[in-house]
């Protein structure tokens, strides 16, 4: 996740429910008080409530009733990317699992790709399209702690259930479209070659040898950081991993009159994945990783077809149509046939890990809590409609008028990652220029935290099933 401006306290003059305030002594009578945030102007309240789009629950169900205006604010793009303002609320992950029901029942979206590793998600998409396999397992799998939660569960057994009998509809596919665990990448690659081309399988693995003491093993765990090592060796597995990628570009004609072309694809995507993860260890892996992500993504949807519509799932932070970010990589490349969901919420709890001031990690994963967000921010404008959940187009606003120039920004917006510095709440806020970073925005005054299950990932690389993991397409 993106690293976010820091506020301090004294910054942010009157917002006692932001930064706190402790006693020093006595009754209080003599304590200065706080003032008290000036309540939202009348006409942006009206504003907000002539305009947004409630909608009944978050809950996932097969009743759309109440999100079908989406319709016609989705029309004919095939691209939906939805984000959220934490890894952990459980009504955003629950939301984007009703969403994608409603899409592919609806509007005939057929895959599915979120912020996790490409080659271990190809496993869920096994499932999800066999039933081989223990779903359980293999979202652990995916290595993302914050994906490894009964709501996303919920929905890949979902998809698994839709697939055995998809009636009319089509069947939606699984994908991962991140690139942070490369070990199962490089199986891939040595696998088919010590099946297809043996002598060459050999070079191969002494190619990847200068990166083998940096892979993931099957748990996903790393005993060594490729970033820390050494630029020498930074420079020749950069040189190795681009010389693996180029020698099986040239023998591709050869590997598909052995195998398959959808086979030599994934052998392709699979170096690519292994090159893109030493790019952004040699970086500062902000931006290369969101423009590898966008690569990913762009690819899974050429694979997927010319009439194929793809739902991505990621971080406010990456979806958002912000220069460098995955989002305005997609944008480019897609223009009107994209459509930018951003999620945000009020208050409640989520879960995170803990860090401290200085980012060291404190705690793993658990419940947190924030409280009410300072006056400046899109948060508090959202609350004072008083309206539980609802659906906001950002798009052809006219943003000059008393009502609506508090939404052109920059204004504060709230995104948490995986982690939280609770000793510094304020910390986990950006300037945000909203209708500049997303079309849509999924609001809910209340969150609570995501339910998150055991760690019990494969033991190997190997596929849940008998044959290779495929596009099901």
Known sequence: MMTLPRFSCAALSGLALACGSSPDGGDGADLPTEPQPEPVAQEIVDWLEANVVPFTTALPGDEFEDLAFLKERIGDARVVALGEATHGTREFFDMKHRLLRFLVKEMDFNTFAIEATWPESNRVNDYVHTGVGDARMLLS??????WNTEEVLDMIEWMRRHNNNPGDDPTVSFFGFDMQHPGMAVYNVETFLADVDPPFASFVRGLYDCIRPFLNDPQGQRTASHSAADPA???ECAENVVEVQDSLTARRAQY????????????????RIVLQKVEMDRSDGLFVRDSSMAENAIWLLEQAGP????????????????PGWMGSRLREEYGDDLVIVGFDFFEGSFTASVLSATDVLVEGPGPRTVAAPPADSYEYHFR????????LDLRAIDLRTAATQWLAGPRRFRLIGCC???SDPLSHFTFAELPQEYDLLVYFQNSTHSERLPFNPPSSFSSASSSPPSQHH
Do not use: C, M, T
């Open 141 to 146: 799998g995916l290595y993302f702690w914050i």
């Open 233 to 235: 060796v930074q420079q």
């Open 256 to 271: 598909e009159a052995l195998s398959s072309a959808e086979a030599v694809a994934r052998l392709l995507r699979s170096a």
């Open 307 to 322: 009439d194929a519509k793809i739902v991505l799932w990621a971080h406010n932070g990456h979806v958002n149509d912000v």
């Open 384 to 391: 004072a409609a008083d309206v539980p959940r609802f659906v």
């Open 420 to 422: 939280f510095r609770v």
